[in-house]
């Protein structure tokens, strides 16, 4: 598990730089009345919340269901947590509010994607270890 904890990290650093700049990029050349100057804000928010989402899979228990609840849970904070820098940041800069809400909910997406292939990715690889500790016969016998 944790070679596949190693690997996901990286890969949630590079999908995250790419996205980050590339949307960035979009934003300068097409729509530069969106970008806001504390874009970065929103990429680092995301990035440190994937990274929480990817160490805490290391103390999951290899039980379906408890699997489940822990990734539900997990969505529930990371949609409480976004909830509370929209309205943090809405408090502190009204005037850019709307911009910024609007990078959040791509960059949202773009994770909600992300994550669930990272939570596919876990749950087949454990399935894959719990086939792997059966005994031989058992696994003739499915």
Known sequence: MKKLVVYFVILHTAMLLITGFGIWFILKQFFPQILIGSYYIVPLFFYILGLIFI???????????KMVNMHLMTRSVK???????I???WALDKTNARNFAIIFIIFYL???????YIYLRI????????????????????
Do not use: C, H, M, N
């Not at 949609?79 to 820098?85: A, C, P, W």
């Not at 773009?110 to 669930?116: A, D, G, K, M, Q």
């Not at 087949?124 to 016998?141: G, H, L, M, S, T």
């Open 55 to 65: 160490l805490q899979f290391r103390q999951t228990p290899r039980e379906a269901a």
């Open 79 to 85: 949609i409480f947590t976004s909830l509370g820098v």
């Open 87 to 89: 309205l943090i940041y």
């Open 110 to 116: 773009v994770t909600l994607i992300w994550e669930t």
């Open 123 to 142: 749950e087949k690889y454990i399935k894959f270890k719990d086939e792997q500790e059966k005994p031989p016969a058992e696994r003739i016998e499915q």
